[in-house]
């Protein structure tokens, strides 16, 4: 079945500075990749996702990138705010019909 | 637009109690599936809903149970809880499109404690 890894558990960085994050995924028919922003006491939010068709997308300071081969893909944040202190989690389907298998995790924190 | 509404927010219950868990989804959507969410972990899938039927199901025990109704929501009822049901459940709903992959918008979930 479909297995997950996500690095790094914790991030801290400066505000003002980028945040990469990283997901490796195990089933190559997978062909599609949601990124989810969860804050305490929240449900987790879908803040980005990608397809198989494309190698990368941008939604102002949030990006992410996809390579089929590696099996891997990776969210960017740039220009960090303290609002984007959260845990961020990267998912990827098992089979077919939206069955999402969920990273463990980054507990992301911007320092002022 | 409502997104998707849980209820309750909290619950608390005793081993070998049952429960139910309620779920209204983001409007326009007609899928419902249900995570269960450890504390510091990542949610695990359960089990789908699609045309008041069971499509998918996660490792969960037959102990854990489902149902949605017309109007698309749905519920989650556990039975003989055990102290390691105490987690966040959530609930997701999309549109289904046959096999592609569509965006899944996750409701704030309920927060179960087994005592």
């Known amino acids: 079945g479909e297995n997950v890894e996500q690095h790094p558990s914790t991030l801290s960085v400066q505000e003002g500075d980028s945040a990469v994050i990283k997901c490796t995924y195990s089933?190559?028919?997978?062909?599609?990749f949601p990124w989810y922003k969860q804050e305490l006491g929240k449900g987790p939010q879908l803040i980005i996702d990608?397809?198989?068709?494309?190698g990368e997308k941008k939604d102002q300071r949030i990006a992410v990138t996809l390579n089929k081969t590696a099996k891997h893909f990776s969210l960017h944040i740039t220009e960090t705010q303290p609002e984007d202190s959260a845990v961020y989690f990267c998912?990827?389907?098992?089979?077919?019909?939206?069955?999402?298998?969920f990273g463990a995790g980054t507990i992301l924190r911007v320092k002022s | 637009d409502a997104g998707v509404t849980q209820s309750p927010t909290h619950l608390i219950k005793t081993r070998g109690q049952q429960v139910t868990l309620r779920c209204s989804p983001k409007?326009?959507?007609?899928?419902v599936s249900w995570y269960q969410q450890a504390l510091g972990q990542g949610p695990q899938f359960i089990f789908q809903?699609?045309?008041?039927?069971?499509?998918q199901r996660g490792n969960f025990p037959d102990r854990f149970s489902g149902h949605q109704f017309p109007n698309y929501s749905s519920e989650l009822n556990v039975n003989a809880l055990l102290l390691g049901d105490s987690a966040l459940y959530l609930c997701?709903?999309?549109?289904?499109?046959?096999?592609?992959?569509?965006?899944?918008?996750f409701g704030d979930g309920t927060r179960l404690s087994i005592l």
């Open positions: 998912a990827a389907p098992l089979g077919y019909g939206n069955k999402l298998v």
């Open positions: 409007s326009g959507h007609d899928t």
């Open positions: 089933d190559s028919a997978s062909n599609y």
């Open positions: 809903y699609y045309e008041e039927e069971e499509r």
């Open positions: 990608i397809r198989s068709n494309v």
């Open positions: 997701a709903s999309s549109l289904r499109s046959g096999d592609y992959n569509q965006p899944q918008h």
